[in-house]
Each structure stands twice: as C-alpha cells, then as structure tokens.
C-alpha cells in the first residue's frame, strides 16, 4: 500500500511553484481526480535543476538563472526576502530561516 508522507514538486512555466501528495498517482486513476491543465503541465515538464538546489541557491524556477535578491523587514524579526529572475522577470518570495542560537 503507497503512503502519502512525502510530496512531489512542479514550477509552471510562469514560476508557478506547485505541490502535491505522492499519492497523486493512486487519487487520478483511482478515485479519477483531474488536477488543472497547469499543474499537469508543470509535472511534465523538464526542469534544468531540483527544486532544493535552486531554492537554496537563488536560482530561478523556471529558467534557472541567478535571482537578483532584496530584503524588506517586516514585524518582528521576521524578514521577508523578495527576488525577481533579471531574463524571465518572474517574482518570487520567501521568508529568512531563523538564525538559532
């Protein structure tokens, strides 16, 4: 029996970042799920890197260039760093890991 603890990932052409159960297979032909047009075409498509490789090193989703990176503070010690793709223009966004300690 498959388990669904873990998850697949997808970046759309447009930078769309999708995520779905790895039991995705077992809910389209068993129970005849249809997810959208998009995200079937992100599954599909072929993707120049890992979605942890290019997370960790700024890189770009969809076209895998280096992101030109800003920070804004928000409340608290929360920082919210925002990047855009320099070829491609696609937007992305993602709070700063926490330094422990």
Not at 29 to 49: E, K
Not at 94 to 99: A, D, S, T
Request: charged letters at 25%; aromatic letters at 8%.
């Amino acid at each position: 029996m498959p388990r669904g603890n873990a998850e697949i990932r997808a970046v759309g052409v447009d930078g769309t970042r999708y995520a779905a159960p790895t039991l995705i297979r077992h809910y389209v032909v068993v129970h005849r799920y249809a997810p959208p047009p998009a995200f079937i075409d992100a599954v599909l498509r072929p993707s120049p890197h890992e979605w942890h490789h290019a997370l960790a090193e700024d890189l770009c989703f969809v076209c895998g260039d280096v992101l030109e990176r800003r920070e804004q503070y928000r409340s608290g010690d929360e920082t919210l760093i925002t990047a855009a793709c320099p070829r491609c223009g696609v937007d992305y966004e993602r709070r700063k890991p926490q330094m422990v300690g």
